[in-house]
């Protein structure tokens, strides 16, 4: 008997923080590399922000707080929903979390029986399936097509629903796309879930802010008001206010699931830094007018890149309506000789050639379940993305 569980057998570890390591590997042993494969934004964290932390650990702040978060941020939260999607939440329908990885860790956990199934659209967020897996959970994966934006249709969705179906899971804006679901998608999807009362919504709306071209973003309850008892919304402040580290995401729904969530947490981390919980209620409740520059940047980076990679022999690449990645398809450079002679079979080993050959970092397809693809993040500076895009024209030229 080995000392290893079979539980973390079931599970890889995560293949974009894999690939961020790397990269920094290769950086620390002198070698140029260029990351884009890492899902954080390049900003520093706005100083009201980071002020109202230091205030906190100033006043003593300190010690820890109440598991599910410190009342006025979980108000707050409440607030936050009941303005934008004029639905009533109460403080006690949201639990604050250690990031939005742990909010979906926490619901999983909450909620899932041997055997019951999470249908997640691939490409997917890595962490969606292999946590499922850790709750003894079923992922079911339905893969979308790329002439859809890579968003599940109903009729997709119809079919993949089966009686052991607990949740879909909605993340729009996406990783690894950046597409988003349009008011009049979110209509037709809740049609289908009407027909279906035994399935609830995960809705992973973290990247809400980070949208171009005046799209409109909604959440599925604003769209279906009537779905807000099967509902559970994943959001944090990590994309949108540049807090990676902070370590700060939150759940909000039904009253049973939330309590259940803040009973594991209990369990397991207790309360999230409570210093770290007054930076966020400074970003949720604070000044908003950081937020436009940071999207501003972003939208000008995700012009160039995408311009740039459609204009390479092999490549191309959907224009996305949110977020910080393009999820370009390489079908046109897989199966292709190296200069080196290696044979690029699939997207791991075009991804491989690009880190070895010209110190760009990115993230296969395979890793988001959906190939041939690449999924590269433009959360680096202009500087950067013009160099590495002149790189994998470099290589796309070489193999086509
Ligand atoms: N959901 C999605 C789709 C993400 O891409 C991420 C981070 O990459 C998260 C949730 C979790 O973010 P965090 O735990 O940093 O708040």
């Not at 010690?63 to 599910?68: D, E, F, I, M, P």
């Not at 079923?138 to 599940?152: A, R």
């Not at 809400?208 to 402040?237: C, H, S, W």
């Not at 950067?384 to 024209?393: F, G, P, S, T, V």
């Amino acid at each position: 008997m080995g000392i290893l569980s079979n539980r973390v057998a079931k599970v890889k570890p995560s293949a974009t923080l894999a690939v961020t390591a790397k990269a920094k590997e290769l950086k620390a042993a002198g070698r140029d590399v260029i990351g884009l494969g890492s899902g954080e934004p390049d900003f520093d964290t706005p100083d009201h922000i980071k002020q109202a932390a230091i205030d906190a650990l100033n006043a003593g702040y300190t010690k820890y707080v109440a598991v599910a978060g410190t009342p006025e941020l979980r108000q707050a939260i409440a607030d936050k929903y009941k303005r934008e999607t004029g639905l009533d939440y109460s403080a006690e329908q949201t639990v604050v979390t250690v990031g939005g990885k742990q909010a979906f860790f926490n619901l999983a956990q909450a909620t899932l029986n041997s055997g019951d199934e999470v249908i997640i659209p691939a490409p997917y967020w890595v962490s969606y399936p292999d946590m499922t897996l850790l709750a003894d959970g079923t992922p079911v994966i339905v893969d979308t097509q790329e002439s859809h934006g890579f968003k599940i249709t109903p009729a997709e969705l119809e079919a993949a629903i089966t009686p052991r179906t607990k949740f879909v899971v909605l993340n729009s804006p996406s990783n690894p796309t950046g597409n988003a679901y349009s008011i009049a998608e979110l209509h037709a999807l809740a049609e289908v879930l009407r027909k279906h009362p035994h399935v609830w919504v995960i809705s992973d709306d973290i990247y809400e802010k980070i949208i171009y071209d005046g799209f409109e973003f909604a959440t599925m309850v604003k769209v279906a008001p009537d779905l807000q008892d099967r509902t559970v919304i994943l959001n944090g402040v990590a994309k949108a206010y540049s807090m990676t580290g902070w370590r700060i995401g939150y759940a909000v729904g039904p009253l049973d699931v939330i309590k259940a969530m803040t009973k594991i947490q209990g369990q397991s981390t207790s309360n999230a830094t409570s210093f770290a919980m007054k930076g966020a209620l400074e970003a949720i409740t604070g000044p908003q007018d950081c937020v436009e520059p940071m999207v501003k940047a972003f939208k000008e980076r995700r012009d160039y890149v995408v311009a740039r990679l459609n204009a390479m022999p092999g490549i191309s690449c959907l224009t996305p309506e949110g977020a910080f990645y393009v999820y370009p398809n390489v079908a046109g450079l897989v199966g292709k000789k190296a200069p080196d002679g290696s044979d690029l079979k699939d997207s791991v080993d075009l991804a491989s050639y690009m880190l070895e050959a010209e110190g760009v970092a990115v993230v296969p397809g395979v890793a988001f379940g959906l190939d041939p693809y690449l999924r590269l993040s433009y959360a680096t500076s202009m500087e950067d993305l013009i160099k590495a895009m002149d790189r994998i024209e470099k290589i796309a030229q070489q193999l086509a």
